[in-house]
């Protein structure tokens, strides 16, 4: 009966002009039963300030110290054509949400244009990705922890444990809750990046020395300019890169418990472009011209090393605190997003039964809880190997982001597809140069992909490992197909 109601619920929202929902929008047949049951509690401000957040996280404020070491400052190059590529994956999944909001997102999609088999393929990826993007954020959090010397004797797994706990409890209070701390942490985030730009613009200007260092263009030249290690260390930093951007199709999840998506969406999702191009690429080339590169490294923010360098009393201390609140944020925020998709694909039946639970405050907790599991074997690789944990993890996690993206421009360049025969209406807000910018960006995702194993390391033996990820789809598609066609023949019958 539930899905039924849905779906009558549905059609009238579709044809009553009350709802603030377009009824052009409203073109799909497909009716998605993860959607039943949220609370349309996140604001405007809370969409908009999602979005700035999930440009703006851990793959910044930690990763690229170490980028910057590896590649020198033509690591801004390699931000602003990644984050081009994340613009048209964020701008494709922008066209199917005016088309058909939901909170199983690209999952719902997926199973509309690809059937189950493709839900679960994008569904489990996602999982892959953020599962793994947790680990990453906890060990960052305990990385940022150490610099404080109060917390300098504490085990690393012992902090990661904590921010783990803390931000797990917040999440399964309610959506609002969610909302509110992604909205103060970016204002945080936006606000000290702002801050360092302006100091560092000043510091360029005035040419105030750091570190014996006279920060300008001429930090760049004599440190071999701009490609001082040459071409390749610049491509094959790409990889983590790409983690950077991770978060940037979570306005897309959260869509799905706004109200008016199609008039919030289409104005958060255009303000990632400049965003990217102001706080990744513009704070990069600044870090450029403060200090050489080779004054950064993968164990420290580089922010946080310009601070030091420059003695500014407590300085430093600020912007580690920021940056401890970017990886909170971000693990909020994976805690989240793999809560609403695990809860659509449980009630297709390609996820475990518990993951379609919720709370009292409408809170998909099962799904949640499972990712914060994962997250507790993050604390035991703390536990095993503190040095790797941050690097072990990143490659797994880019390649749930590869396949996450590639799902996306998947699906929008079937829902073009389907836009040319006449079955499906597309929206107003679109991607543009749509098939060729969905096959453009495909190729570059398969280039990362070479491009790690092309860079050896942890990154081959991450790629050896698709084989094994491909059986664990194609093995847990095997598990799960009866009870997805009974599932589906269910919701048929109503």
């Known amino acids: 009966m539930k899905a039924k109601k849905y779906m009558s619920d549905r059609t009238l929202s579709a044809a009553d002009p009350g709802t603030g929902i377009d009824p052009h929008m409203q073109t799909s047949p497909h009716v998605d039963a993860g959607d039943e049951g949220y609370s349309k509690d996140l604001k405007p401000r809370h969409i908009s300030m999602i979005a700035i957040g999930g440009a703006i996280g851990t793959g910044l404020f930690l990763g690229a110290g170490g980028r910057m070491a590896g590649a020198g400052p033509s690591l801004a190059v390699a931000y602003a054509v990644c984050g081009v590529f994340a613009f048209f994956v964020v701008r494709a999944l922008g066209e199917l949400v005016l088309y058909r909001p939901s909170s199983g997102a690209f999952v719902s999609y997926a199973r509309e244009f690809m059937g189950e088999k493709g839900a679960f393929a994008a569904g489990w990826l996602y999982f892959l990705n953020w599962s793994t993007t947790a680990v990453a954020d906890i060990t960052a959090a305990a990385t940022y922890a150490h610099f404080w010397a109060m917390f300098s004797d504490v085990p690393q797994w012992v902090l990661a444990l904590i921010a783990l706990a803390v931000v797990l409890t917040a999440n399964l209070i309610s959506v609002k809750y969610f909302g509110e701390m992604e909205f103060w942490f970016a204002i945080i985030k936006v606000a000290a990046l702002v801050a360092f730009m302006l100091v560092g613009i000043y510091l360029v200007v005035t040419q105030h020395q750091i570190d014996g260092h006279t920060p300008g263009f001429s930090t760049i030249s004599d440190s071999g300019g701009f490609f001082p290690v040459g071409m390749l260390p610049m491509l094959l930093v790409i990889q983590g890169v790409v983690f950077a951007y991770a978060s940037v199709e979570l306005c897309g999840v959260a869509a799905g418990e706004t109200e008016n998506p199609e008039k919030i969406m289409p104005k958060a999702i255009n303000s990632i472009m400049w965003r990217v191009g102001i706080f990744y690429v513009g704070s990069v080339v600044l870090l450029a011209l403060l200090l050489p590169y080779t004054s950064y490294s993968d164990g420290e923010s580089p922010f946080v090393t310009v601070m030091n360098k420059l003695g500014v009393a407590g300085a430093a201390d600020v912007m580690n605190l920021v940056v401890l609140t970017a990886a909170l944020s971000s693990l909020n925020s994976g805690l989240y997003s793999t809560g609403r998709i695990l809860r659509s694909m449980a009630l297709a039946g390609s996820a475990p039964r518990f993951t379609g639970r919720m709370n009292k405050g ?29 690097e072990i993890v990143l490659n797994f996690a880019s390649i749930g982001i590869l396949g996450t993206w590639g799902m996306i421009m998947l699906c929008s360049l079937l829902f073009w597809h389907r836009a040319k025969e006449g079955k499906v209406t597309r929206p107003s807000y679109r991607l543009p140069w749509a098939p060729y910018t969905q096959l453009v960006t495909l190729a570059f995702l398969a280039t990362v992909v070479v491009l790690m194993w092309w860079g050896g390391g942890v990154g081959r033996t991450t790629v050896m490992c698709l084989p094994l990820i491909a059986a664990a789809l194609v093995g847990g598609w095997f598990l799960v197909r009866k009870r997805v066609a009974v599932m589906a023949a269910d919701r048929e019958g109503f």
């Open 362 to 390: 409408q809170v998909p907790y099962g799904g949640i809880l499972l990712t914060a599991g994962f997250g507790v074997l993050g604390v035991a690789l703390n536990f095993v190997m503190p040095g790797e944990a941050f």
